[in-house]
């Protein structure tokens, strides 16, 4: 099957430069384009004078998953999402776990075609709560993801940003004003990791979590992938702990969640299940109250306990719901305290499998 063309649909959030180029506003790398040229994502590109989105209407692949798996454990559990991702990306992470997505230059990766309209229709019909914007980051093709939202919100569908948050404020507040929530990747703690091992900066992304938090109504969690001799280390799972309390608060779940060796770091071994059961205590020690362990098999860590009496409200044996005691407005069934989180009637849970799906076919 050949790949769905690319598309010339035309870009936002970009001006003119005296030197006859034009620079890309969305992400704060501000490439600086001639004409033909690509930006470091490799999908906004400028052709006639303009900046376009190549990947508008263009996917991967869609998928149906357990929301848990984004992963968003406050957001309605137990729910099916619909997850799919184009290709490119906009940070360089050696590490990175989506490589063949996130790190494509082939746009013979992008064979499903889906129009907003088309994703909506098959989520409702999939029985899917919400729509992913994942594998890759949904910033690079935020044109797209606004429109499916838009769509989705029409047939009371949720909108969801699997992201890296590595985005300018302007773009930030037109992107985020359309999600319901996000699971925001946290990649490490220091500026030397984001710029030495991602291409990027740290400050960028704590000031969409500040933004998140203080200035919208999205629900978001994070998640921080532990690397080895990295990003592991004490000192700095302290100061990434005490800065989400003091500037987030207690009630944003974080996830930590284990590397393995991909991409341009295969030399570095996978992370042992005792350095996340580590950095999870000292999560809790700082004053968080709902932390996770992933990618490992935790049933401790992958759970839900109330702040108030300490029992466990959801157990999750790796995406499986076990046991569910949250009233249908997230208080404890024990003792009525607040779970904070996004709920609805919890029903049969989707459990842990994904399902493949075509939207050609079905559209």
């Known amino acids: 099957m050949s790949a769905v063309p690319e598309s010339g649909y035309p870009g936002r959030w970009w001006h003119s430069l005296p030197d006859g180029r034009i620079q890309c506003d969305l992400c704060p790398r501000d490439c600086r384009l001639h004409e033909g040229q690509r930006g470091m994502c490799f999908v906004r590109m400028r052709e006639g004078g303009r900046m376009v989105l190549t990947t508008y209407g263009r996917s991967s692949g869609f998928g149906v998953d357990p929301v848990e798996k984004q992963p968003l454990n406050h957001f309605d559990p137990g729910t099916r999402i619909l997850s799919f991702g184009t290709a490119g990306c906009n940070l360089a992470c050696k590490f990175c776990q989506n490589w ?20 909506a229709a098959a989520a409702v019909k999939l029985g899917c709560k919400s729509v992913a ?98 990003n592991d280390s004490d000192e700095e799972l302290r100061a990434e702990c005490k800065w989400i309390m003091q500037h987030l608060g207690a009630d944003v779940p974080l996830h ?18 005792e350095t996340l059961t580590r950095a ?23 759970s839900t306990y109330c702040p108030s009496c300490e029992n466990a409200v959801v157990v999750r044996d790796w995406y499986e719901i076990r046991s569910y005691r949250l009233t249908d407005d997230g208080a404890c069934a024990y003792c009525g305290a607040r779970v904070a989180g996004r709920y609805q009637k919890f029903g049969r849970p989707f459990g842990a499998r994904r399902i493949p799906v075509r939207l050609e076919a079905r559209a």
Request: hydrophobic residues 40%; glycine residues 6%.
């Open 280 to 302: 999870r205590e000292i999560a809790r020690l700082a004053g968080l109250r709902y932390v996770y362990t992933g990618n490992v098999h935790d049933e401790e860590g992958g």
């Open 100 to 119: 063949d997505i996130s790190k494509s230059r082939e746009m013979d990766r992008l064979m499903d075609a889906g129009s907003p309209e088309v994703i």
């Open 133 to 230: 914007f994942t594998y890759n980051d949904p910033v690079i093709f935020a044109e797209y993801a606004m429109d499916i939202a838009d769509a989705c919100h029409d047939r009371g569908v949720k909108a969801v940003a699997v992201t890296a948050g590595y985005i300018q404020p302007e773009a930030r507040r037109e992107f985020y004003a359309k999600m319901d929530a996000a699971n925001v990747d946290l990649k490490g703690f220091t500026e030397e990791f984001y710029f030495k091992i991602c291409g990027g900066k740290l400050s960028s992304v704590l000031d969409t979590l500040v933004y998140l938090k203080h200035e919208t109504d999205v629900w978001f969690e994070i998640t921080t992938l532990l690397i080895p001799g990295k």
């Open 256 to 273: 930590f969640t284990a590397f393995h060796p991909d991409w341009k770091m295969r030399d570095i071994h996978a992370t042992p299940p």
